[in-house]
């Protein structure tokens, strides 16, 4: 990759462009969809218990990992398809391990949820 200095015009540019690939993130990644339903329930959810700062700065990283994690499979996936469309051992492990971190991030933020908010709901509750 060529590197011709910094501009801020290029820089703009680049924001596009990742712009563009959290657009083609939600429009066509399935399992993105499902991580964006689940960050819609858990903002509407933040707001109704009153969750503090504290709270919603683990709620923000959780919800960025995950979505940052899935970006990243797909952008894997989608190489992985390009370099060996029939299938291929080294190509399915690598497809695996990378939804693995996700799984693993998306467990990890469910724990994250758990923790603030099953108190608050057990509070409403009792």
Request: charged share 20%; with cysteine; proline share 2%.
């Amino acid at each position: 990759m060529k590197n011709d200095g910094f501009t801020l015009r290029k820089r703009l540019r680049s924001f596009k462009f990742a712009f563009n690939g959290i657009k083609q993130l939600i429009e066509k990644e399935h399992n993105a969809w499902i991580h964006c339903f689940a960050t819609v329930c858990v903002i509407i959810a933040g707001f109704v218990f009153g969750i503090s700062k504290t709270e919603w700065i683990a709620v923000v990283f959780a919800i960025g990992t995950v979505l940052a994690a899935e970006a990243v499979n797909s952008s894997i996936e989608a190489i992985a398809d390009l370099v060996s469309p029939g299938y291929n051992e080294a190509i399915k492990r690598t497809k695996d391990l990378a939804a693995g971190a996700v799984l693993i991030l998306a467990i990890a933020a469910a724990i994250v949820g758990l923790i603030i908010f099953v108190p608050k709901i057990m509070e409403t509750i009792c």
